[in-house]
């Protein structure tokens, strides 16, 4: 029997292009299908234009199942997609819309027989990668032959997937990220084809394969057909975020849209902040190389910011080379001059960000979800953090983890809770577990025996000797280490947290990070600024006490008490890309600290800080704060004077672009009643 089942054909629905959008916008949405590029400053409306784009395909007859949507997240693809929902009232469910990842699953699904893999593939996420990584690394016999030398899964992982996402070898990017340790390449290119063979074998890929192999679908010649039938079922192929995308993305959206050439691109290079990542603005270049007869627009009014932010933002940006010139002009009325805050140290700036966020949200009835707070590193938001607790500010934080919430942090917490109170078992399997050659079941049966340590009068460093003694092999090396340690921990003269979280440093986790994190360097630099905040505190029993209360509020909300609807954001720079806010501050600009100076390898580098500078201030609509503390406490040396950031002095000529704010302090006005 046949059976039809009725399409739901997208209903013709006219919407009024010119209501909604400028000349320059509609010129794009309006653009006939073929490869078209919309390059173009912050908040002109790009992924505005796009999601208009999509609805008048849409509303022209296109089944949105045949509409490719590239984004940066996931949860932005479903912003658009129920914007264009909204506008046509269409069910708009069947459109593939996502990032890279989430689209290269689902055609993998449909298409990857085609390469050898079943339908039923597993997906094997970073640290499953990494485990397996590691098994591939004990099947070669590595370990015996090299020692130290080779690097840890986790690095390995991640120079692997910059090979396969800026489609280079993998000595090639060895050479340039991690030259250290470019004698051992030749060992790590074998490591990487025996990892590709076992998840074959198993039928798995990791993340990078979900792009890989999608690509090498359509370019192998062997799976010709199969590609014509993948290119075959979308009419048209649209990417927001152009600016930070890799090489193989920049392949991947050249390969799809071969045979119809709707290719519809927009991004900011200005904004490109993704390098290290293996994303690279000089792909618009490269688009423009590969596509010389593209139509290139451009959008050069802006509708979130105030005339004053985003001339603030245009004289910044002026002073990069490598950037296209875009001038913008800002549509909405004059504003608030963008404030620059000097602040004695980084307390009275979380004091000051909290106070000025409680004024704008009682007295100017400003809702707490339309502020956020950016940094350029996660650890800059740790005083605020605990300021905002303090107050009972709601906040939520964009960028990851609550920054007591991450692994490193907890590491290193765990041994001052152990030292603090040797009968915390869990704290000694946490930072046991850390030391090579201490397996799960051996960390929980010293974690006891520690645990018990104090009734006999011995101390733990005396009974991680023992322990050492009765140990063998790598457990022996790391017990012996770890009671030396241990008894400059127990030492009655340290008491100082801040000294504490140094020495674990110095003597063990800075060499843990090395070995674990590919991000290494700005871990580290968190445990200083850790370390700079715990000494504060006369003793650890303080600093672990203020850091309980600031966990048991985050806690409260996981064990689903619940969150307030409003919150005050807090948010990397990176984290908030494509996002606005009619008020946004801007946290720890200081020379050293934003541009960061560990992130300057290359003189290239500085222009990407200044693209996040640029990202930072075009975030705001209405009112830009931006902040430093002038004074950094060092508890052994004199504590030293830090300089604005020279993103700060080199827009600092006339006419001005911004207010310097002199801040006076005062009693706090008494608590009526
Ligand atoms: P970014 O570079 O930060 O990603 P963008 O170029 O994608 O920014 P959008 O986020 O699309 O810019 O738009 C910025 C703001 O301006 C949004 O609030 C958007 O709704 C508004 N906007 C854009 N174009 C118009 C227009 N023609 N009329 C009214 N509002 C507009
Ligand atoms: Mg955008």
Redesign the pocket.
Known sequence: MKYVLKTSAPQKQAFDLTR???PQ?IAVVQAPPRELLVL????????????YRVARLVAAGCHPERILLCTFTNRAAREMVSRVEGLLGVDMRRCSAGTFHHIGNRVLRRHGQAIGLSPDFGILDPEDARTLLASVITELGIEALTARRFPTPKVLASLIGLASGTRQPLEKVVEQHALKLLDQAGLMTKVAGRFAERKRAMNVVDFDDLLGSWLRLLEDPATSTVADELRASYDHVLV??YQDINALQGALCDAMARDHRSLTC?G?DA?SIYSFRGADFTQIAAFRARHPQADIFK?T????STPQILALANRSIAHNRSQYPKELTA?KPPGAVPAVIPLRDVFQQAEFVAQRVLELHHEYDMPLARMAVLYRNHSHSLELQVELTRRQIPFTVRSGLRFFEQAHIKDVCAYLRARQNPQDALSWVRLLRLWPGVGAQTAEQLATLLAQAGRDHATSAQRLAEQAALARGRARDALTRLAELWAILEDPALQNPGDMIRRVVERHYGEYADRNFPNAAARKDDLEQLAGYAERYPAASEFLGELALVQGISAENVLGAEAPDDMLVLSTIHQA????WPVCFVLWLAEGRFPMATALRQPSDIEEERRLFY?AA??A?DELYMSYPVIEETRDGPSHMLRPSKFLIEIDTQPAVFDRWQIEEAPADPVPG
């Open positions: 909604e959008l400028n916008q173009a400053g912050a908040g002109t409306g790009k992924t505005r234009t796009l999601i927001d975020e927009v900011d904004q959008l009014i802006n509708y979130r549509v890309k494509g996002l606005e990202v075009t975030r609509g």
